[in-house]
């Protein structure tokens, strides 16, 4: 059975940083394409970041994450990272794992920053 284990939202004030982390079980995790999207209240779910199979592959960024997150991933523990920095009150959302051969999803995690 597959599982995607998000952890490290949580509350902070703008201009400050967390790092999510998303621990796959399950899967040949050095295989998939892993991303990182989000889901504010009231809007559609967006990506935010993805990387590519290999640890320090290729990877892509929203226009509105650029230079503020980073997107990174461990192979030998299976786990994909997202550091985000300088965070705005605009990047409240829920942030979910996924992969992408399986079309797998996280249960999401909870980002939430105060102005």
């Known amino acids: 059975q597959v599982q995607l284990v998000e952890s490290g939202g949580g509350l902070v004030q703008a201009g400050g940083s967390l790092r999510l982390s998303c621990e796959v079980r399950?899967?040949?995790?050095?295989?998939?394409?892993m991303g990182w999207y989000r889901q504010a209240p009231g809007k559609q779910r967006e990506l935010v970041a993805q990387?590519?199979?290999?640890?320090?592959?290729?990877?892509t960024y929203a226009d509105s994450i650029k230079g503020r997150f980073a997107i990174s991933r461990d192979n030998a523990k299976n786990t994909v990272y997202l550091q985000m920095n300088s965070l705005k009150p605009e990047d409240t959302a829920v942030y979910y794992c996924?992969?992408?051969?399986?079309?797998?999803w996280g249960q999401g995690t909870q980002v939430t920053v105060s102005s």
């Open positions: 996924h992969a992408e051969r399986g079309n797998y």
């Open positions: 399950g899967m040949v995790f050095s295989l998939n394409a």
């Open positions: 990387i590519s199979p290999v640890s320090g592959g290729v990877t």
